[in-house]
């Protein structure tokens, strides 16, 4: 095991597939019997009432991201039973902020980007599927918002992954052999 930790950030536009691939990642590794853990961003800051910046304070000098504070809970127990190893998944919008709370989180990390992009039609198929209460037209509208913000931002440093037409199974294996976790 290598002293330091390798995340693999997964991004992209909600509906892009980030969740079933991450899961998919996570059955290919368990095959391989490859340590690892996984962790859906949105579920790190999905509270009601949001927490204040005292608040934050209070438990944390210095923090002011409660996404930043779960993450370091999750990932010292992780990392207490020895991973090094972890995928994460997550829209992403402000990639440089959202690097410096997971660092903050997990100092000894080293981020692997992969964003994933998917047509306008791709999109909207997809969020057909799986959006079926009141706020799916809002949803349509926040992801074509994500795709296209995320279609004109610089991408040096990302693997960008193309997901039209691809399924699960061929993205985490091309992925995971790329960044040479298989």
């Given at each position: 095991m ?13 509906g ?5 691939l991450?899961?998919?990642m996570?059955?290919r ?19 009601f ?17 409660i ?12 990392r ?15 990639l ?25 039609i791709?999109?909207l ?9 009141s ?15 995320m279609?004109?931002e ?19 294996e ?8 298989l």
């Amino acid at each position: 095991m290598t002293s330091g930790v390798q995340i693999l950030l997964i991004t992209g536009p909600a509906g892009v597939g980030k969740s079933t691939l991450c899961w998919e990642m996570g059955a290919r590794l368990a095959a391989a019997q490859v340590a690892h853990a996984a962790v859906e961003t949105d579920e790190l800051d999905r509270v009601f009432p949001r927490p204040g910046l005292q608040d934050l304070e209070r438990i944390s000098p210095g923090t002011s991201d409660i996404s930043s504070l779960n993450l370091a809970a999750v990932w010292s127990t992780y990392r207490a039973l020895g991973h090094s190893r972890l995928i994460m998944s997550g829209v992403m919008l402000h990639l440089e902020f959202d690097r410096r709370w997971i660092v903050a989180a997990v100092p000894d990390a080293t981020i692997t980007v992969v964003r994933l992009q998917a047509t306008e039609i791709t999109l909207l198929e997809r969020l057909a599927q799986r959006e079926i209460g009141s706020g799916r037209d809002e949803q349509v509208q926040r992801t074509l918002r994500q795709a296209r913000r995320m279609a004109g931002e610089r991408t040096d440093g990302l693997i960008l992954v193309p997901t039209d037409g691809r399924g699960p199974q061929e993205l985490a294996e091309a992925i995971l052999l790329e960044v040479g976790w298989l």
